[in-house]
């Protein structure tokens, strides 16, 4: 059990993403303040890849948060790893604390009014505007943006869930990393498996890997 002597900092979150990353987690969300939604936050440990285990984000009911949910983090303090510019240090001593749930109905005062997703045209095999040139990442200040509304189509191509949309009248097909949806049709034949009306994207920008910075869809979210 986590120890709870003075509390610490904490940052009051409305979670918008809590998706697979490296066998952890990486959890995303917007301030909360008197009613009031702020900036992003994006809680990491002090593992070299940042990511979280389920323990590290263990709330004090025992369970771990789920997508809009209103959780409060005790953090150390802000992290930024170049454009990542959203991530906080955990203070991994401390419990979370779940203190109340959004109505997905306010979702579109959270949408970020952005005209693209980053950097458009660089393209994977089986993806569209999915990732970004590592040489082009220093023009970049922040990697979490929420979309939509929006239709989304999830398929899967080469045993990978993705989410194909429009935005902006741009395509994108990015790789799903939402926990629950990938569960939801693993193992589904190569094709469109569902199509989602009216839904919200929370899409993350990865850290490079072999010259490139990942888009990647965390979440899926419908009022």
Request: with cysteine; net charge positive; hydrophobic share 40%.
């Amino acid at each position: 059990m986590k120890a709870h002597p003075t509390q610490p900092q904490t940052q009051t979150l409305v979670v918008l993403a809590n998706s697979c990353k490296n066998n952890g987690r990486c959890l995303a969300g917007k301030r909360l303040s008197n009613g009031r939604f702020g900036g992003w936050v994006r809680p990491v440990s002090a593992h070299p890849t940042g990511a979280l285990t389920l323990a590290d984000q263990a709330l004090t009911d025992g369970t771990t948060p789920n997508v809009l949910d209103v959780v409060t983090v005790p953090v150390r303090g802000p992290a930024p790893m170049g454009f990542q510019s959203e991530n906080h240090l955990i203070h991994a001593q401390y419990a979370w604390n779940r203190v109340g749930r959004l109505d997905a109905a306010r979702l579109p005062a959270l949408v970020d009014p952005v005209a693209t997703l980053w950097i458009n045209g660089h393209s994977t095999a089986a993806g569209c505007n999915d990732r970004v040139p590592a040489e082009r990442l220093a023009e970049l200040d922040h990697s979490l943006i929420l979309i939509g509304p929006l239709t989304v189509w999830l398929h899967v191509a080469w045993e990978k869930l993705r989410a194909r949309f429009v935005h902006q009248a741009v395509t994108y097909d990015l790789v799903v990393t939402d926990p629950n949806l990938k569960a939801a049709y693993a193992g589904h034949p190569n094709g469109v498996v569902a199509q989602r009306p009216d839904s919200f994207v929370c899409a993350s920008l990865a850290p490079p890997w072999n010259g490139y910075a990942y888009k990647l869809a965390a979440s899926i979210l419908s009022p």
